[in-house]
Structures are given as structure tokens and as C-alpha cells.
């Protein structure tokens, strides 16, 4: 089949519903642009931040896009690229979406609070303590599998003859690995970060101290990530995926301490110019692949070799996609840092719905990409080679460089170099709003433990930003991307899961309509348990043996189960909730209806 027609019917079912489901979700909800937002109403020049709808797009996408919808269709192809194609366009329009747009809307309803803090309000002391645990747990595990991700694209390296890399070309640096000639891919992207870190905080005060022009910010924008990539080419830096992942840590320590528009907005704003520029590459270089007549390599569908390699097509298909579809963390970053920059409740649909509907757009490109330019015996031998070291962010880019090589003439290596590029800033961009985000709760969890006794050091943002960094370093440590996937979908999926829980009870206490997120939210709740109830009992040594867990995988199982522990908690407590708001709903009901008064 020619790639043009998935490609094409997918974007044009995402456009449709972003034209529509969203407005009918606002009036369902009461947006109401007269009311002030808490970005004006409890503005301070550090979190709450009133700013411009494109900047806090810009900010919120680039934290939300991550490395998740390039990554997850790109290892759900083990089974084959329709049904994959189905859960993107289907999850993102009536989950992804919803989730982002309703979890953004009652934050901002409530002083801007973060989801965990809303929990309290709606599911009270016992259900706040169980959420707020669980999101620690699976903001570690997330940032654990976006560090080693950024580790492995900085890093990546392939073979010079399949790169096409003429002996004695200067493209790119080469070194030999069991005697083959390798061409270094992920230097020139590490150079690219450090030179647009460096940059941010003087955008930063353009923004937000001088107020310079929109126009004039884009062009500046534009030209710092032109000549982070010029720099990287002329000065590519080169060290071990081990030595970056200590490096990465102090980098996240250290730039979560400063205020967000210093250094996380700026260069969210910055990062989004490769983002955007990565997206067009990626949507005309398939339109044009798709008009020289060129197929997907990727079968319709392998439902039984995915089973192989990596699980049952329901449940694993829908967690392996992750946040192309629905993500929980995006209810982290629109309720923690996003919705206090929004400067009008009609932006709940611009930014929360429709940033959502663009991850949609992105996880299709790279599905479609890969499965087109990436024949199928390179896929399996870098997605799922023998030593079960998977790179999936590698697969992706060289299937980059293979498909601007055949429409536009471009160097395999350069090709891939841009995939990378592309994949690298996503990563960071996520890894500094998850420590910062992992940090404010740490603050919360102790606050709440130890109520208004003193807590000393663990009020110091300092400790929980050590201890963030610290289980983050442990867990990465302690797993790869492949045997942490799957965990780190179904964790991830259960927070939206458990948020839109949340949300469903705030608008039952208010008398509102709620059946938008009580599906979605029931649905992924048994589809993430039942996730993770298999991976356990997966990794649990046979009968007879001396130890209880396989070798290896002890942490990613006491986190699966500690998770599943968790979010039992939460849900008992929301049902609870729930059926206290119901039954209060229908005896308010009753008594109506039995008043001859009225």
C-alpha cells in the first residue's frame, strides 16, 4: 500500500475531530472567557507566569511531545503498522485529547493547582496519599527511560557502509567496532543541547524583561538552533553512554532551580524551532515519498510475531504506543507548569486539546516514516536484536536519512543526523519539566506525611531535587529502554487513567456531565492492570528455583507491583467518592421532584 493513504486518512480524521470535539467538550465543561485565570489572578513572575497562546504552545508541546509518540509507534510496528495506526488516531482524539484538555480546565478552576493537589480536594487524605506516591513512582520511572532514551541518541552510532559514508568523508566522526567502520551519529546532537542551554536564559529575558517583538523572537530562535547544528558539525562532543548519563544528572539538577522562564521556557521555545522543523521535514519528505509510488515495507499487520516479540496484542499494543496516543504525564505538565502561563480558559482547547491532536500528527509521521523507508530486516536488527538491547531511536533516524536521501538528495548520514537532532530535543525538554515536576511532589508527599510536625531537611528543594535525580540515576541504571517500555507505558497510562478519575469526580461534585472521561478512564484502568499483572508474573522465577524474581529485573518488578499496589488504593477511594457524589446527586433529585412547591 502507498504510504500516502494512511498517512492522508490519518490527518484528516485528526482535523475534523480537532474542529470540532473540543468545542463540544468546552461547552460541556463552561469555558468561560470572562473569568480570570490564575496566571493573571495570582501572577508572581516566576511560576505564574501570564504569556502569549503561541509561547505556552510552544512550552507545553515540547513537553508533552517527548520522545514518546516517535518511540512508541516506532516499537509497535512489531505488529505490523495498522493496529498501531488505529490506537493513535482513536486514542488521541477521545483519550490523549480529553485527558489534556479536562485535567488542564479543572486546574485552572482550582487556583492552578497540580493534579495531586486536586486529588486531595476531590478524594480527600487517603486517596491524595496513594496519588501523590503513585506519581512519584511513575515520574522516576519516566525519568529513568528519558535519560537512558537521551543517552542512547547522543551517543548512537552505524554502520559507515549502510550510512553511505565515502572513506575519508568529514560528515561525520567514525571509529571501528568489532571491525566495522562506524559513523558517529549523536555527537553533533550533544553539542546542539549545550549551545542552546547556553542561549535560553538571553531569550528568556527578550521574552519576558525587554518584550521584544514576536517576529523578531522566532528569527532568533531560528537562528540559534542553525548554528547549535553548525557548531555540533564543526564540534561534535564525543563521550560513553555511561559518562552522559552522570552528566545529564547534573545538568537536570542543576537547571530545575532556576525560575521556569530563565532557562525551561526559552529553550522550550527554542527547542520547539527543530520540533516544527522536524515536523514539516518529516510530513513533506513522506507526502513526496509517498508520490514517487514508494510502499510500506512494515506488513498490514503481524499480530502474532508482535505476540513474540513483545506480548498480546491487547494489552501491550496499547501501552507500546504510549504517549501517541494518551499520556498521562501530559496532565502532570499542563497542571504543573502550563496552566499557570494560560491567560484565558478558551486556551484549555488551543493548547490542551489541540497540543495533543499534534503529538497524534507526530506519532503518525513516525510510524509511517519508519514503516516506509526502513526495510524490515534492518528494523528487527536494531529494534529487536539478539542481545535485547533495542534502539529504537536509532531505527527512526536512519529511517530519516534513508527517506530525505530518496526524495531530496540529502546524505544518509545527514539525514539521521536531523532524526536525531529532532529526537534529542524532545528528550531533554521532558527530562527537565519531569525533575522539576518529580521535586514539587517529594515537597507535597512530605508535607502531607508529617502534617505540621518539622520535617527539617525534606521541606529543602535542594534534598528532593538530589533524591529525584538519585532514584531517577538508580532505576536508570538498572534497566534498558526495552525492558522498561512497557512498564513506563502502562505506569504512564494509569496516571491518565487515574487523573481523569479525579476529574470525573470534580465534575460530579459539580453537577456537570462527565461521561467524556469516565470511558477513558475505565477502559485504560483495565487495560494498564492487566499490563502490569503480566509483567510481573513474567519476571517471577519458575517454581522451584532458588530465586524469586528473574535475574535482573528486581526493580522494574517491585515497581510494577508497588504501581498496581497504588493505584488499587486510589481507585477504591474514587469509587467511593464517587458513589457518595451519585447517590448525593440522585436523593438532591428526588427531593426535587418531591416538593410540591416547586
Not at 522543523?277 to 514508494?294: A, E, H, R, S, T
Request: proline content about 4%.
Amino acid at each position: 500500500m502507498n504510504v500516502l493513504i494512511p498517512l492522508l486518512a490519518g490527518l484528516g480524521l485528526l482535523f475534523v475531530a480537532a474542529k470540532t470535539y473540543p468545542f463540544y467538550l468546552s461547552r460541556k465543561l463552561g469555558v468561560d472567557d470572562h473569568n480570570v485565570t490564575p496566571a493573571y489572578r495570582m501572577q508572581d513572575g516566576r511560576d505564574y507566569v501570564p504569556t502569549r497562546t503561541h509561547v505556552v504552545f510552544a512550552h507545553h508541546f515540547s513537553v508533552i511531545a517527548g520522545a514518546g509518540p516517535i518511540v512508541g509507534p516506532t516499537l509497535a510496528l512489531a505488529y505490523g503498522w495498522a493496529p498501531a495506526w488505529l490506537w493513535i488516531v482513536v486514542g488521541c482524539v477521545l483519550f490523549g485529547a480529553v485527558h489534556d484538555m479536562t485535567s488542564m480546565f479543572v486546574s485552572m478552576r482550582e487556583e492552578g493547582r497540580s493534579i495531586a493537589d486536586m486529588a486531595r480536594r476531590s478524594l480527600g487524605g487517603w486517596g491524595y496519599m496513594f496519588f501523590l506516591a503513585f506519581l512519584i513512582m511513575i515520574l522516576t520511572l519516566i525519568n529513568a527511560i528519558f535519560l537512558n532514551l537521551s543517552c542512547k541518541a547522543l551517543t548512537a552510532a552505524y554502520p559507515a557502509s549502510l550510512l553511505k559514508l565515502e572513506e575519508g568523508s568529514h560528515i561525520l566522526t567514525t571509529f571501528v567496532k568489532d571491525g566495522v567502520l562506524m559513523g558517529r551519529i549523536g555527537g553533533i546532537a550533544t553539542t546542539s543541547v549545550f549551545v542552546i542551554t547556553a542561549f535560553a536564559p538571553l531569550i528568556g529575558w527578550l521574552v519576558h524583561k525587554r518584550h521584544w517583538p514576536t517576529g523578531l523572537l522566532y528569527v532568533i530562535a531560528t537562528v540559534t538552533c542553525v548554528t547549535s547544528i553548525l557548531v555540533g558539525f564543526k564540534f561534535p562532543i564525543l563521550l560513553t553512554e555511561g559518562t552522559w548519563r552522570y552528566v545529564m544528572s547534573i545538568y537536570v539538577f542543576i537547571a530545575c532551580w532556576f525560575p521556569v522562564w530563565l532557562i525551561l521556557q526559552p529553550r522550550d521555545f527554542v527547542n520547539v524551532q527543530l520540533l516544527y522543523g522536524g515536523l514539516l521535514l518529516m510530513f513533506v519528505g513522506v507526502i513526496l515519498y509517498g508520490c514517487q509510488g514508494n510502499t510500506l515495507h512494515a506488513a498490514f499487520a503481524l499480530v502474532g510475531e508482535g505476540q513474540t516479540l513483545t506480548g498480546p496484542i491487547w494489552p501491550f499494543l496499547f501501552i507500546t504506543v504510549a504517549c501517541g496516543a494518551i499520556s498521562g504525564f501530559h496532565s502532570l505538565a499542563a497542571t504543573g507548569t502550563t496552566v499557570k502561563q494560560i491567560g484565558r480558559e478558551s486556551e484549555v482547547r488551543r493548547v490542551g486539546y489541540n497540543a495533543m491532536i499534534l503529538e497524534g500528527v507526530l506519532a503518525l509521521l513516525a510510524l509511517l516514516l519508519t514503516a516506509s523507508a526502513l526495510p524490515r530486516v534492518e528494523y528487527m536488527n536494531i529494534v529487536f536484536p539478539a542481545n535485547h538491547d533495542g534502539n529504537p531511536i536509532l531505527a527512526f533516524s536512519i529511517a530519516m536519512g534513508y527517506m530525505l536521501n530518496n526524495v531530496a538528495a540529502i546524505p544518509v548520514a545527514l539525514g539521521s543526523v536531523l532524526g536525531i537532532l529532532v529526537l534529542e530535543g524532545f528528550v531533554v525538554t521532558t527530562l527537565d519539566t519531569s525533575i522539576r515536576l518529580c521535586r514539587y511532589m517529594f515537597e507535597e508527599f512530605w508535607v502531607f506525611l508529617f502534617q505540621d510536625r518539622r520535617i527539617g531537611l525534606l521541606k529543602n528543594p535542594f534534598v528532593n531535587t538530589a533524591l529525584a535525580v538519585a532514584l531517577m540515576l538508580f532505576f536508570a541504571l538498572n534497566s534498558t529502554i526495552m525492558s522498561a517500555w512497557k512498564i513506563f507505558g502502562a505506569g504512564n497510562q494509569l496516571i491518565a487513567a487515574l487523573a481523569m478519575t479525579v476529574v470525573t469526580v470534580w465534575l460530579l461534585q459539580r453537577g456537570r456531565s462527565f461521561w467524556f472521561t469516565i470511558i477513558p478512564a475505565l477502559l485504560m484502568t483495565i487495560t494498564t492492570f492487566a499490563t502490569l499483572i503480566t509483567s510481573i508474573k513474567k519476571n517471577l522465577a519458575p517454581v522451584g528455583s532458588e530465586q524469586l524474581i528473574v535475574p535482573g529485573q528486581g526493580p522494574l518488578t517491585a515497581a510494577s507491583a508497588l504501581l498496581l499496589v497504588l493505584a488499587v488504593g486510589v481507585i477504591f477511594v474514587s469509587a467511593k467518592r464517587f458513589g457518595e457524589g451519585y447517590l448525593a446527586q440522585r436523593l438532591a433529585a428526588s427531593s426535587v421532584q418531591g416538593d410540591p412547591g416547586l
